[in-house]
């Protein structure tokens, strides 16, 4: 049923979501859970799976697990009730960020250099950085209008898309020395 439920989306939800659907299932599941049917499926294989599943992995990886199987149960098992299901609570960690300048400092004469500042200055995600080409600045514009992502070890480049529709845009004003690094 799980199967199902990616094949069914694999055209609507982006291929990162798939894929990362698909490690779910084939990595992180039991066998044992995998072979019980929908219809012989109860709260206590539930429970049991993310007990397990608890063991092994972060509180976020098993809410993540559960929230792919769920919808499945309450779509074809309406007579199953989920309400005692506990999953792991998640505890926001405080985290201490370095300052930008000191981010600058790290990756000044890095490889990572461009991609870095890009990403501060600008905040552009790792498949945008990834998709642009220098055909997409000129005159001090940059045109956000391709993703590159990895799926299942290949790289795919999808043009016109991106994570959001707000997230194909133009960016102004880009800065003379970041110009200069993308030439």
Known sequence: AVQQYINERC???SPASIDRYQRTLDCQF???FKQIRLDKLTEHHIKKEVNTLAGKYSPKTVKNAYRLVAPII???RRDLYLGDVQIPKIYQQKKIYPTPQEIIELFKGDRMELEVLLALLYGL???EIRGLKKSDIRNGI????RVKIDVQKETIVKENSAKTEN???QIYNIQPFIM???N
Not at 142 to 145: G, H, K, M, R, V
């Open 11 to 13: 055209n609507v939800l």
């Open 30 to 32: 039991s066998d044992d």
């Open 74 to 76: 309450q779509k074809y």
């Open 125 to 127: 995600r790792k498949e």
């Open 142 to 145: 940059l045109t956000i209008n």
């Open 167 to 169: 997230s194909l845009r």
């Open 180 to 182: 200069d690094m993308i």
